[in-house]
């Protein structure tokens, strides 16, 4: 079990100590240049003899386990999704690296914000509602709280005069889903490329396996299943969106700014193997949504994050990881979950960033080479 916790009497009932520290006030007064305390309803409950809290106005819902029903949720957040739901589920005890008390009861809190659950949660405790004062958790303190600094947010002070840590949990991964339901996003994105004619010619996106260059421009794609390569003298970009229709017997992509005929063979088909569960961290918006769809249409399953700090809770749900750097820089590169996930950084050209821990970084503007990051065979370990 961690032992983070031992030198921290600030979770115990004893207030002297955070009071000495500046926290909290003393006997009703804030000390000079700490802030006041805030009101709010927390739901407090207990693990190891301490006490933690969350804030009462992201829980949509708490349901009481025990038993079979306990357990079963158990199991389910050891591989960190409700059920079919793909909702993340989070076992509190577990992410604050304290081994699980041995009674199989406690609380499948449902988290999120205006009603809408994001997330999922099981507490080795029944928790309860009270009212607190909060203060916000210094950034001095944030090193005693290692490896779960990220989660502490501040201090609940209850009316008994006992107080809690009060946890602050990125809620921000939430399954993205094509918009038309039953619709398939497959054909919906391709490479136009340069063949050997003067015409431009395209290639299925989802139909890819690898992608190496020969030389100069030159590149071999892989395509399918079967390993069929494809030698193109030049890779130029994406296409527009269109459609896949046929014209005197050949496949052709119909777009906007005209119409292309398909590389590939027709019976090729996607690698089911080749799927991966991606977790793309970047702020909502249109290039984010930009993003999804590319990631979607090449057959990935897709989930979105606007919080950086939601890929250190994923564990083993995600096989690859996309993360903007622009948007919160490279600190947390070394932090993100263990269990063979791959991570991909994107950013703007010229950008000084030299960030670490990444196993590719490509241009934010260059969706070819994302792609061919994406289908990258991950290297192989001793």
């Known amino acids: 079990m961690s032992v983070w916790y031992r030198r921290l009497p600030m979770l115990s009932s004893d207030l002297s100590f955070a009071a000495r520290r500046g926290l909290m006030p003393v006997e009703g007064r804030p000390r000079s240049g700490a802030a006041a305390p805030a009101c709010a309803e927390v739901l407090v409950f207990a693990l190891h003899g301490m006490?933690?809290?969350?804030?009462?106005?992201?829980a949509v819902e708490v349901m009481p386990l025990a038993g079979a029903r306990w357990a079963r949720l158990a199991k389910m957040a050891e591989g960190g999704t409700l059920g079919a739901s793909g909702l993340p589920l989070i076992r509190l005890a577990a992410r604050l690296g304290l081994d699980?008390?041995?009674?199989g009861e406690g609380a499948l809190i449902l988290f999120g914000e205006d009603g809408k659950v994001r997330a999922t949660l099981l507490v080795d405790d029944m928790p309860r509602r009270l009212p607190a004062q909060v203060v916000v958790m210094p950034d001095a303190w944030r090193g005693d709280f290692e490896p779960c600094e990220d989660l502490i947010g501040g201090i609940a002070r209850l009316d008994d005069g006992t107080q809690a840590a009060l946890i602050d949990l990125p809620i921000g991964v939430a399954p993205s889903r094509p918009r038309l339901p039953g619709a398939s996003p497959r054909d919906s994105a391709h490479l136009l490329v340069r063949a050997g004619r003067v015409e431009l010619e395209a290639v299925r996106v989802a139909a890819l396996t690898g992608m190496s260059a020969i030389d100069g421009r030159r590149m071999l794609l892989m395509l399918g299943d079967a390993g069929e390569a494809l030698a193109v003298d030049e890779v130029i970009g994406l296409a527009p969106p269109g459609r896949v229709e046929r014209l005197g017997g050949a496949r052709v992509l119909v777009t906007?700014?005209?119409?292309?005929?398909?590389?590939?063979?027709?019976e090729t088909v996607p690698s089911a193997a080749a799927a991966a569960r991606?977790?793309?961290?970047a702020p909502a918006g249109e290039g984010r949504t930009r993003l999804r769809d590319l990631v979607r249409s090449m057959g990935h399953e897709v989930s979105l994050a606007d919080d950086p700090r939601a890929a250190r809770l994923v564990g083993g749900r995600f096989d690859v990881l996309l993360f903007d750097l622009d948007a919160y820089g490279a600190a947390p590169a070394g932090e993100y979950p263990a269990g063979g996930a791959r991570r991909i950084g994107f950013r703007q050209p010229g950008s000084a960033m030299q960030p670490t821990g990444f196993d590719a970084v490509v241009p934010a503007d260059d969706p070819v080479a994302?792609?061919?990051?994406?289908?990258?065979?991950?290297a192989r370990t001793a």
């Open 51 to 58: 006490s933690f809290a969350l804030p009462a106005a992201r």
């Open 256 to 266: 906007s700014t005209g119409r292309y005929r398909l590389l590939e063979p027709g």
């Open 278 to 281: 991606v977790l793309l961290t």
């Open 370 to 378: 994302l792609i061919a990051a994406l289908i990258a065979r991950p």
């Open 100 to 103: 699980p008390p041995p009674a």
